[in-house]
T-cell receptor, first 116, second 111 residues
Framework: GAVVSQHPSRVICKSGTSVKIECRSL??????MFWYRQFPKQSLMLMAT?????????EQGVEKDKFLINHASLTLSTLTVTSAHPEDSSFYIC????????????FGPGTRLTVL | GENVEQHPSTLSVQEGDSAVIKCTYS??????FPWYKQELGKGPQLIID?????GEKKDQRIAVTLNKTAKHFSLHITETQPEDSAVYFC??????????FGAGTTVTVRA
């Protein structure tokens, strides 16, 4: 199998606070994890690529100081939304690629962030 | 960068009929084409994928075809069932493993 989990599944926070989202590969080691953002009725937009032990690579237009990514182990990547504002409210989804495996990405269940 | 276009945006079919979703891509270096199914409030689920060295792949009621010359690929679902109702996304990537997604197709299977 290839199971990816995310925690929390949903979070509501006040404007100005920071929120951390965890992404874990449960039954495989993931060299690379990806973070996506999805607005209602829209497609997935890649935010950043997270490689174990190195700095994340951010897509154009994504603020690296606002969306902090840490990939400390082969099974865990975290996304921290710093100083969250209502416009950061979205569905955040991670995916993982197996270490040494093909380019198949396995997605987590997503985290619904609501900033009041 | 890669640009993936997906059509139609919505598709309504009678149970038992077939559904076809088509995608085109712009980057000739793309070599991996997965299809994902997403149900409301959940993450995308990989349903089938195809690589550039293959023209067609089938898995039970689902098949995908790829035309590299024309840069388009299609998803075919036969004998549709109500549980096939969901949003379907096509995607493309090259050797950097980054997926570029189509806009999605909302499929509704009428009982």
């Amino acid at each position: 199998g290839a199971v990816v989990s995310q925690h929390p599944s949903r979070v509501i926070c006040k404007s100005g606070t920071s929120v951390k989202i965890e992404c874990r590969s449960l039954d495989f080691q993931a060299t690379t994890m990806f973070w996506y953002r999805q607005f209602p009725k829209q497609s997935l937009m890649l935010m950043a690529t997270s490689n174990e032990g190195s700095k994340a690579t951010y897509e154009q237009g994504v603020e690296k100081d606002k969306f902090l990514i840490n990939h400390a182990s082969l099974t865990l990547s975290t996304l921290t939304v710093t100083s969250a504002h209502p416009e950061d409210s979205s569905f955040y989804i991670c995916s993982a690629r197996k270490q040494g495996g093909p380019d198949t990405q396995y997605f987590g269940p997503g985290t619904r962030l609501t900033v009041l | 960068g890669e640009n993936v276009e997906q059509h139609p945006s919505t598709l309504s079919v009678q149970e038992g009929d077939s559904a076809v979703i088509k995608c085109t891509y712009s980057d000739s270096a793309s070599n991996y084409f997965p299809w994902y199914k997403q149900e409301l409030g959940k993450g995308p689920q990989l349903i089938i994928d195809i690589r550039s060295n293959v023209g067609e792949k089938k898995d039970q009621r689902i098949a995908v075809t790829l035309n590299k010359t024309a840069k388009h690929f299609s998803l075919h679902i036969t004998e549709t069932q109500p549980e096939d109702s969901a949003v379907y996304f096509c995607a493309a990537s090259s050797n950097d493993y980054k997926l570029s997604f189509g806009a999605g197709t909302t499929v509704t299977v009428r009982a």
